[in-house]
């Protein structure tokens, strides 16, 4: 099962996928770095980096772990289309939660400008609203939104629960039983 968190940077996307990874076992893969290494292999070889040689470096990665475990948490932007489109293709829909994670863009800054900047693809600004801005409008087929702006581990990890329990059941294939969205409080909405 593929879980896919799709949201600005600084949303909170990883910290979900660590939660995810405790509390549900999940294999959480943290792309940013993968990302980076890709960029400075680049550097390095004195080439141009690209998105399609960068997906074809970075997500076969992604595929490996799908095959070797149950359960694997992915994060993305969603600001590029041809990367979420790759991260959608190496699960059927039957083996995919697509989630967006939402928090509010000062929030978004707030949380970035807190982090250490030697571990994120490095932004200004005006990028950072940019890709927030593209990353609101993906069309992304997701299963609901977690608002991440005060919920608990906790309150994060039953969503979760919630949402891939059905698909345990081989009944269920489509997202009729995860809830639409979600406020602060972990309440269905």
């Not at 906790?154 to 969503?159: F, G, H, R, S, W």
């Amino acid at each position: 099962m593929l879980v896919l968190l799709v949201g600005p940077k600084g949303s909170g996307k990883s910290h979900i996928g660590r939660v995810l990874e405790r509390e549900l076992g999940a294999h959480f893969i943290h792309v940013e770095p993968l990302w980076m290494a890709y960029y400075a292999e680049c550097r390095r070889a004195g080439r141009e980096p690209g998105i399609p040689a960068g997906i074809t470096e970075v997500h076969p990665q992604i595929a490996d772990a799908l095959r070797a475990r149950d359960l694997v948490c992915v994060e993305t932007t969603g600001a590029s289309r041809e990367i979420l489109d790759g991260l959608l293709s190496l699960a059927p829909p039957s083996e995919r939660l697509a989630v967006r994670i939402w928090a509010p863009l000062e929030v978004c800054l707030e949380r970035i400008a807190a982090r250490d900047p030697s571990v994120q693809i490095p932004m200004d600004p005006e990028m950072i609203r940019k890709v927030h801005a593209l990353g609101e409008t993906a069309d992304v087929p997701s299963a609901f939104t977690v608002t991440n702006t005060e919920l608990t581990d906790d309150e994060i990890a039953d969503m979760f629960r919630r949402a891939l329990a059905p698909r345990s059941n081989a009944a269920t294939s489509d997202f009729d039983r995860a809830p639409a969205s979600t406020n602060e409080q972990g309440e269905t909405t």
